[in-house]
């Protein structure tokens, strides 16, 4: 909304008014309302869930300091989810596809974790919002997103080309025709384009419509998987949180390359017209979630519960579809692959050690995966080997999880060129 103003004012040659036409001053005014929006408000919100007895329900699993968190407020996303939405709605172009996009996506998964812990809390059902209506709510995201991309006019690409000579890149090119794609980025290939039409060729003259069929179901895979692993996540202290920080930083500076013709060509990715917005709402991003750590930090004061954890899977599911880098997250969001399957992992295990010996058997000795520093014993191969096995502490599982993070964030951006 201050983008309109501003443009307004500075057409009537009030001296400053012009600065809000950059995505960089915008974008640092967002980062700054966000992180001021969730410190200043996430006081008197805990305060409030404190009054209204919005604890959470712990079970004794035997975890260090496990215990110590009952009755800690929950439902605290609504402090991120209102440190984005504020700062966007002030300094983002609302007309821009891709931003109306992000505010579908944070409505969307917010009020659908919201109802998960609403019903957690206030209906004291510990199984909350049944999977499966989980499930329905982002499949029908993923429908959304993939069928706007599909339909919308603005949702176009200039590919880039690369110029060889004697099997030797010279430059790449931009193409200056916008067109629409189903094209995406591809880590270690010497050209980084990959075409969701290959996996189609069989179509003949169906091959265009039937590419972007794969496209969709691929926006629903992405939705599903990374807002669940994002929940799964949510287990620690400040791990979400810091986590989810981390990857935007990431998408952030991704968004940015991808919106300008000169760094697009360097890394040799596609040119994504009207992705530089996307800046604006990363930088909101990452300041909700960094703000919200001042409370969520060990030992924290808040937890952000399902409100929070599937907004922000979502969010970066879609941020990263947006700007075409969705086969990065495996490696971007490695902390949420490794979580996730870390508990597939284990169940499948244990129902086939239970089918096969008639007793079920461990590979961790629980999951997710952060949980398995915290109790004490050993299971898998450590009981094999008989080795004792020394509980680490809660904040340093928490940091070593965010430096792994900063690691994998760092070579997302690298392979690009590794090639």
Not at 216 to 245: E, Q
Not at 301 to 312: A, E, H, K, R
């Amino acid at each position: 909304m201050l983008y309109y103003l501003f443009n307004y004012l500075d057409q009537i040659d009030l001296p400053g008014a012009g600065m809000f036409k950059y995505v960089s001053f915008r974008s640092g005014l967002a980062l700054i309302l966000s992180l001021f929006i969730s410190t200043a408000i996430g006081r008197r919100i805990i305060d409030r869930l404190q009054q209204l007895q919005i604890g959470e329900t712990v079970r004794n699993l035997g975890l260090e300091g496990q215990m110590n968190k009952k009755g800690t407020p929950t439902m605290g996303g609504i402090i991120i989810i209102i440190a984005i939405l504020v700062p966007v709605l002030l300094c983002a172009r609302l007309e821009n596809i891709y931003i109306i996009l992000m505010l579908i996506t944070t409505i969307w998964l917010g009020a659908i974790g919201f109802t998960d812990d609403y019903i957690k809390v206030f209906k004291k059902d510990k199984e909350g919002l049944h999977g499966r209506f989980k499930i329905v709510g982002q499949i029908g995201l993923g429908l959304i997103v993939g069928i706007i991309l599909f339909i919308s006019p603005d949702v176009v690409i200039r590919e880039n080309v690369e110029m060889r000579a004697a099997n030797t890149i010279e430059e790449v090119n931009v193409y200056q025709d916008e067109a629409k794609s189903t094209k995406t980025t591809i880590p270690f290939m010497k050209n980084n384009n990959f075409d969701y039409a290959v996996l189609v060729s069989w179509a003949n003259e169906y091959k265009e419509p039937a590419a972007w069929i794969v496209f969709v179901l691929m926006v629903i895979l992405v939705v599903t998987a990374v807002s669940n692993g994002a929940n799964l996540t949510d287990g620690l202290d400040g791990l979400a949180a810091g986590s989810s920080a981390i990857i935007g930083v990431a998408l952030g500076i991704l968004a940015y390359m991808s919106s300008h013709v000169q760094f697009a060509s360097f890394l040799n990715i596609m040119f994504i017209p009207g992705a530089e917005e996307l800046v604006v709402f990363a930088a909101a991003f990452i300041g909700a979630t960094i703000g919200f750590l001042w409370y969520n930090a060990y030992p924290a004061q808040v937890f952000m519960g399902d409100t929070g954890s599937l907004t922000l899977g979502g969010i970066i599911a879609v941020f990263a579809i947006i700007i075409r880098k969705e086969l990065l997250i495996p490696i971007l969001c490695g902390i949420f692959l490794v979580e996730s399957l870390s508990v597939i992992l284990q169940v499948a295990y244990f129902k086939y050690t239970k089918k096969k010996y008639g007793e079920g058997r461990r590979i961790f000795k629980m999951t997710p995966l952060h949980h398995h520093f915290q109790k004490q014993g050993n299971a898998g191969i450590q009981a094999m080997l008989q080795k004792p096995f020394n509980v680490v502490p809660e904040s340093k599982i928490v940091v070593r999880f965010w430096l792994i993070g900063i690691i994998l964030a760092v070579i997302t951006i690298v392979t690009l060129k590794m090639r």
